[in-house]
């Protein structure tokens, strides 16, 4: 379970994350708070207002301009996201991805910044991001990639539902000569 939980942290990180290939303009950038979307622009009020009906929310310092957000009924320690305000609209939003276990994800996302560190020391920097998932009667699998021309990465989560039951992680480096 704590391997299942880490891998889909790291791919929701790595795929929320990283901004390669064509830019975004900021006035259409949103982002996903349990269900709740929100985006840069949007009026402090109604922000908090939305999220105030599924989550708790903590004001830091004075003044309103920054919030922590947490899971209701959740630790205090734990917060999901950090919104931050200008001028009464919203300039900023955090999601936490990462799992609970910080020492277990360590290593995974170690290896995908590492990963991630070789394309672009090799000047692969206009790459392209995608996301897959299959099902079969014995399997589901989730694939986050990054395509740079003939090399990306792959990174895989299995969870085997039928057999030896259980999830497991990969990250592959692979280079693609096919058209």
């Not at 399997?139 to 003939?150: E, F, L, Q």
Request: aromatic share 6%; net charge positive.
């Amino acid at each position: 379970m704590r391997v299942r939980k880490l891998a889909a942290a790291v791919l929701m990180v790595f795929a929320a994350s990283i901004q390669l290939g064509t830019s975004q303009s900021s006035s259409a950038a949103s982002i996903d708070i349990g269900g709740t979307a929100i985006a840069l622009g949007a009026p402090q009020d109604k922000v908090l207002a939305s999220l105030a009906g599924k989550f708790d929310l903590e004001e830091q310092g004075t003044g309103g301009a920054s919030w922590l957000v947490y899971e209701k009924r959740a630790p205090r320690w734990r917060p999901v996201a950090n919104v931050y305000f200008k001028a009464g609209h919203l300039q900023y939003a955090r999601r936490y991805w990462s799992p609970d276990d910080k020492t277990a994800a360590a290593p995974f996302a170690t290896a995908v910044f590492g990963a991630i560190s070789h394309l672009v020391s090799e000047g692969r920097r206009a790459c392209v991001l995608d996301v897959g998932a299959t099902q079969n009667p014995k399997a589901d699998i989730k694939t986050a990639s990054i395509n740079c021309g003939a090399k990306g990465l792959e990174i895989t989560v299995t969870h085997v539902t039928q057999g030896l039951v259980g999830v497991s992680a990969t990250i592959d480096e692979v280079i693609d000569g096919r058209e």
